[in-house]
């Protein structure tokens, strides 16, 4: 039985650097008898309460799971982690973050990290009830960086989406969680050993003679990727919790590299001949 939804409501991000008069019609290529509205961001004005929260799901140390994170202790509504909460554009801040990083952990140590399921779970509480069955899918894309615990080797992991209600899209996540070309992670360390500050054009050199191999901040192809996981989520409902496709051709392919994101999203754009059966199926009933 796949679930059947007829309302999708997505919620912009705050960064404005989301194009949904793209993205929606896309969406709606694959999916033309659901109504999709685009919504005001979810975290819009937010008390200090709700700010409190959210430093609550903070992750300050990856190698630690969910329930024995050290906490941040808040002082009162002006607390800079409140007032960071509460304000956009937020300022990039250092977070407490202590790993002798290696280059996988240095790419986003100066991003704060919030446990992808907890966020979930509170942005889950504040949907109203009317809207909160199986015939309404909330997709937000947010700006904060997610991350989700794998007991596999013991760390958080950043991530680009948790899927469910609502499903949360990080554009962060689009940036950071998907690994970049072997040669960027080189030219990063050589970059490290000579103590020179990190120069995104200097790394963009080694991409010089072609586009570049992966999304970077303020690339208009973030929103096909975009398109690409509001499919999965939606595929979500749609094969009760197994969204994800061998097929490297196909929306679905759970992309770990940011040159498989590419293809799977930007290369290709379509579905494999099994998803497409079944999105059939989907839009049948
Ligand atoms: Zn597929």
Redesign the pocket.
């Known amino acids: 039985m796949m679930l059947k939804f007829n309302n999708v409501h997505i919620y912009r991000n705050h960064a404005k650097n989301l194009d949904f008069n793209v993205i929606v019609p896309e969406i709606q290529k694959y999916f033309p008898k659901i109504s999709i509205e685009v919504r005001q961001p979810f975290l819009n004005n937010i008390d200090n309460v709700f700010a409190e929260s959210l430093t609550s799901i903070r992750i300050s140390d990856i190698k630690k799971p969910f329930n024995e994170q050290p906490g941040i202790k808040v002082q009162g509504k002006f607390d800079k982690n409140i007032v960071y909460e509460m304000n956009f554009p937020r300022q990039l801040i250092f977070s407490d973050i202590n790993n002798n990083s290696s280059t996988t952990e240095r790419q986003y140590k100066e991003l704060i990290l919030y446990d992808g399921f907890m966020m979930q779970r509170l942005l889950g509480t504040t949907i109203n009830e009317s809207e909160s069955n199986t015939d309404h899918v909330h997709i937000v894309f947010e700006d904060r960086l997610i991350c989700t615990f794998s007991e596999e080797d013991w760390r958080y992991h950043a991530r680009t989406f948790v899927a469910g209600n609502p499903s949360i899209i990080s554009t962060t996540g689009i940036v950071e969680a998907p690994a970049k070309p072997k040669e960027w992670y080189i030219k990063q360390m050589q970059l490290a050993i000579y103590d020179i500050d990190r120069d995104d054009d200097q790394i963009d050199g080694i991409f010089s003679s072609n586009v570049k191999k992966y999304i970077d901040y303020g690339d208009y192809r973030i929103n096909f990727a975009a398109v690409g996981y509001a499919i999965q989520a939606l595929f979500f409902f749609i094969t009760e919790g197994d969204p994800f496709?061998?097929?490297i051709n196909?929306?679905?392919?759970n992309a770990h590299w940011q040159e498989e994101l590419l293809q799977s999203q930007i290369q290709n754009k379509g579905?494999?001949?099994?998803?497409?059966a079944l999105l059939h199926q989907f839009n049948a009933v």
């Not at 196909?250 to 392919?253: A, Q």
């Not at 579905?271 to 497409?276: A, E, I, Y």
């Open positions: 496709c061998n097929d196909c929306r679905l392919y579905l494999c001949n099994k998803h497409d």
